[in-house]
């Protein structure tokens, strides 16, 4: 049987490889990861984004800098208290984000052909409760490093 710490580092290898196959090379995967997270939440804000991406907000603050001045992003003032930021995506962020899609389909493809439909729920299921748990643990250590 193989080993589990392999097949973890190989099978992120895969994907990473994969994710470099179809960047644009305009943006880093930094700054993919947050137009992806913008492109679910809409606005948040830039301590939340970090956090969310277990980034210092020195290297988030960089990576967001870029995305404004490609106009991939908007930050304007918040309405509710007047001084914190709210970070959107913009159409240009979200066309960018589509045609990266449009790479990623590959990955879809295979796993629908090699799996049958119940691996694929399987693997679903499975993968799901790993990021969550991965995420949830990653956002802990964050808040330890970098407290409010």
Known sequence: ??????????LQCEFVAERNLVNPKE???LQYDILNLLR???LAKPSEISRSLGVSRSKFSKAIKELKEKKYVLQEISHVDGRGLLTSITSDGITLLQSIDAGHDFLGKVTSEIFSLEQQKQFIDLSTQLIQVL??????????????
């Open 27 to 29: 943006i880093s995967w």
């Open 40 to 42: 679910n939440k809409r």
């Open 135 to 148: 995420h949830t643990e990653r956002v802990k250590k964050d808040e330890h490093e970098y407290p409010d």
């Open 1 to 10: 049987m193989p080993d589990l710490k392999q097949t973890l580092l190989q």
